[in-house]
């Protein structure tokens, strides 16, 4: 189809960052849990000597609470942006066979006719970027039906005006989601670029957070095992 671009865009997908095996959600509940045990009697005197004491937890706690935010922002944008550009798929698959069959008819039709041809929009192969695509099809619907020669020509050969109408309709709607679809990848673009910022930050202190505290606990197991981490 020469128009895949306009009905095969796919929304972004959320990636992963910091660890390359755990979702944010594993991940979370995985640094929660040893933060929140760091404040144990027996661990939080060891972690102190290694220079990790309560004040400092308890500010990692509320950072590891504020990434969370930005991870639950992230997925709610980046669903509102995956309706919105299912939501344009789906109405740009609806309307472009019809639309396809139009064309081929149109340039029969008035193939002998350059200016019809030019009006109409059937002109050359169709536009790739969504909005010229719109604006080519709302040409040959708009135009169609506007221009009497042009209408007559085109009912002849068994095109209604109903169907020049839904089309005109269609392509008029197709076009308002654009901007509403941009917004929304945007706003989704924004949400993960602060949640992944955010989120590798919290990941470079909580990696060698890890490192100390796993040496400070070195002699005490069932303390490490504490803060979920066995090896």
Known sequence: MENKD???????QPKKVANNYEDFDTYYDNRQTALVNA?????????????????????????????KKLSDDQKKEYGEQYDATKNFNDLANNLYPAYLKH??????????????????GL???????????????????TNGLSNATYKAAIN?????DA???????????????????????????????????????????FVEFKKYAVLALSSTPQLREKLGWKE
């Not at 404040?39 to 590891?64: M, N, R």
């Not at 064309?103 to 109409?120: H, R, S, T």
């Open 6 to 12: 306009i009905i095969k865009t796919e929304p972004n």
């Open 39 to 67: 404040s144990d009697p027996e661990v939080e005197p060891l972690l102190t000597a290694a220079d990790y004491p309560p004040p400092i937890i308890a500010a990692k706690l509320t950072e590891l609470d504020a990434l």
């Open 103 to 120: 064309v081929q008819y149109g340039k029969l039709i008035f193939e002998d006719d350059k200016a019809a041809i030019k009006v109409l």
């Open 123 to 141: 002109d050359g192969k169709r536009k790739r970027a969504e909005m010229a695509f719109c604006n080519q099809a709302l040409d040959f619907y």
């Open 156 to 160: 002849r050969r068994g095109i209604t």
């Open 163 to 205: 169907e020049l109408t839904a089309g005109k309709t269609g392509y008029t709607n197709l076009k308002a989601m654009i901007p509403v679809k941009t917004k929304e990848t945007g706003e989704a673009q924004q949400a993960t670029s602060a949640r992944d910022i955010a989120w590798e930050n919290f990941d470079e202190w």
